[in-house]
């Protein structure tokens, strides 16, 4: 029994170390599907316009700098296919925020001032009502469209269509309502309210300025030349000669996915390095283990030479004995590990995120592989001092 | 029959260098064991009669001297042959029995043939000997769970089960109770009727008596090597059929 309980001990380390590396190997397969997968779904085919050079080091918006550079009329200079081809749709976005107020609620939310054409590039439709329409953004109606989170945090049960909302001074009429889609990555799309973009930059913020253009190319299009023929258009626009003297920035979405992929799989590299650490801790300690076995069983080893084993065949014994250790503690791990993953699972799916539960074959069959390699690594030591023991001394041991 | 002994140890010495305090154990030790006899090796404790033992059962190597075992010079033999001549020429009972703890009789007395080649029937070759030496209703028993007595008779069966040429018994009553070390007396007596060679040491001369001959061990020298004149007969047998 004392055995058992010591060997349930033993196996512990390599138990931690390789539920670890599972659930960080899944964990971080999870996160990075969150941010990968929706974007990917509907972030092919799209070139992102961003003001200012991102070859000027860190995001302006990051040192509270406002870079006002990107304006109405570039976006529509980019619809206009003499200038980019292959172009389905361009969105112009302002995004500010502000507080929200009807009927002595308020709530502060995300303000999206966008153009009418903003389901051609946003994975999103309409739940209730309608979108806004072309003429309502040149004429910079008063007309919003919100997402779920605001009609709950603000109306409750009451129908908001038609509703008349005071954002900052002026009063817009809801119009419609966007069908609920969760949060993506740090983003929640639900709580935010969609306004005709001129509206937003005149009369809520009071600039001429956009955050981003979102250009989307019909499917398979060539992304990097349109890329080279939004940049032209846009030097065109501005004035501008040399590259190097770019008042804008345009990444293609495939860009910035094998950006986010190269970073993410970076950190859960290192992240499953450091818990495959714990398993080097594991091994140390499956091996003083063995040690005191080998000890504790001198006579047994003498014994079995008595009768016929040879050296061989005791060190095979004891490291059958190490792999077998290691290999349960290894499958012990992996259970614990692919449950404890899906847990987090089951928490993000209720925190509203779109999770994916991947738990990667070849994760699991390197955690066996490991665990049977720790074994034998470890092992060694112990099953060679076994079966170097001289049979007469082990005999005659106490 | 072989024409040759199968003990056959000429001018042996065995001499103990223990991080350089050397201490020779054994000097210049001659003697011969025909294939059926049954011997004491007789000697007080310290004597070196137990190293003899171990040189004899090839569990330890002469430093010096030669030594044929049923024809082979173990001089010129490998770990893994005197390894594999242990299993299948060789059955040892000690003492203290030396069985594996939480293990069953059965798996007990098969332990020898998991190292054998031979790996055929090994549950009824090892049910069959334990029947034989009485302890058929013990199969299953784990081998904390039974007397001294019967811990001594699978140690015994365990010995038995590859069929050797001669059983080594250290000490083999020493541990146990006098009607229990006249069954195992009995046992060996009867076992070398059948023809095993039985090697038996031993501090007593009550059981060494038991043997057709003593060699006896003083100061790691033989210092007498005669046949038993009034042969002990350990009684009638209900154990072994």
């Known amino acids: 029994m004392s055995n058992k309980v010591r060997s349930f001990l033993t196996m512990l380390g390599i138990v931690i170390g390789v539920a670890a590396v599972i659930i960080i190997i899944s964990i971080g397969n999870g996160a990075q599907s969150l941010i990968l997968d929706q974007l990917k779904s509907f972030g092919k085919d799209l070139v992102i316009v961003l003001p200012g050079n991102s070859d000027e080091g860190p995001p302006s918006e990051a ?29 112009a976005y302002y995004q500010t925020s502000a507080n929200v107020i009807w009927r002595g609620n308020s709530y502060e939310t995300a303000i999206n001032g966008v153009t009418a054409n903003y389901f051609d590039v946003e994975d999103s439709s309409i739940d209730k009502g309608r979108f806004f329409t072309n003429e309502e953004v040149n004429s910079a109606a008063h007309v919003a469209v919100l997402g779920s989170v605001v009609v709950d945090e603000l109306f409750g049960d009451v129908d908001p269509i038609g509703q008349r909302l005071r954002i900052k001074n002026q009063t817009v009429e809801v119009i419609g309502v966007l069908k609920s889609r969760g949060k993506v990555g740090m983003q929640d799309y639900d709580d ?30 060539d992304a990097d030349r349109a890329v080279l023929e939004i940049e032209e258009t846009l030097r065109e626009q501005h004035n501008i000669l040399k590259k190097e003297d770019d008042d804008f920035s345009v990444h293609s979405f495939q860009d910035v996915l094998d950006t986010i992929t190269r970073i993410t799989n970076t950190i859960n590299y290192f992240l499953a390095t ?18 005191v076995s080998v000890t504790e069983r001198t006579r047994e080893i003498g014994l079995r030479k008595a009768i016929g084993a040879t050296n061989g065949q005791i060190l095979r014994q004891f490291l059958l004995e190490s792999v077998c250790l290691t290999l349960i ?10 449950l404890i993953s899906y847990l987090a699972a089951v928490v993000a799916h209720l925190l509203r995120y779109q999770w994916d539960f991947v738990i990667s074959i070849p994760a699991l069959l390197i955690a066996v592989l490991i665990s049977i390699a720790i074994g034998i690594i470890f092992g060694l030591y112990p099953a060679r001092r076994a079966s170097n023991l001289e049979p007469v001394d082990a005999l005659r041991y106490e | 029959m ?24 054994l000097f210049d030790i001659n003697l011969k064991i025909k294939s059926g006899e049954f011997v004491s090796i007789m000697g007080p404790s310290g004597s070196g009669k137990s190293t003899l033992m171990h040189i004899l059962g090839l569990l330890d190597r002469p430093t010096s001297g030669e030594y044929f075992f049923n024809g082979h010079n173990i001089n010129e033999l490998s770990d893994n042959q005197l390894a594999n001549l242990r299993n299948q020429s060789i059955g040892f009972v000690f003492q203290s029995f030396n069985l594996l703890p939480r293990t069953t009789v059965l798996d007990n007395v098969k332990l020898p043939l998991l190292y054998s080649r031979d790996k055929r029937k090994m549950d009824e070759r090892a049910r069959e000997v334990l029947e034989n030496i009485g302890l058929g209703h013990r199969l299953y028993y784990l081998s904390n769970q039974i007397s001294g007595g019967e811990k001594q008779r699978v140690a015994i069966a365990r010995a038995l089960v590859n069929n050797p040429q001669v059983i080594f018994a250290d000490e083999p009553t020493g541990n146990l109770d006098s009607k229990s070390g006249i069954q195992v007396m009995q046992i060996l007596q009867a076992l070398n009727d059948k023809g095993t060679t039985i090697i038996l040491v031993t501090h007593e001369t009550f059981t060494a008596e038991h043997a057709q001959r003593i060699v006896k061990i003083y100061d790691g020298r033989l210092v007498s090597d005669e046949p038993v004149v009034n042969r002990r007969i350990a009684k009638e047998n209900e154990f072994l059929k």
């Open chain 1, 192 to 221: 935010q309210i969609l306004v005709p973009v001129v509206f937003a930059q005149k009369m809520i913020a009071g600039v001429d300025y956009l955050s981003s253009i979102r250009v989307k190319l019909v499917p398979n299009a």
């Open chain 2, 2 to 25: 072989a024409d040759y002994p199968l003990i056959d140890v000429r001018h042996l010495n065995k001499i103990y260098d223990n991080e350089g305090v050397i201490t020779q154990v």
């Open chain 1, 63 to 91: 040192m509270g700098i406002t870079i006002t550079t990107l304006k109405y009329n570039d976006a529509e200079a980019l619809s206009k296919p003499n200038n980019v081809a292959n172009v389905k749709a361009v969105v």
């Open chain 1, 274 to 291: 450091m818990a495959g650490l714990s398993l080097v801790v594991g091994g140390i300690g499956i091996m003083n283990i063995m040690l």
């Open chain 1, 329 to 338: 503690g290894g499958s012990i791990g992996i259970i614990s590990g692919i």
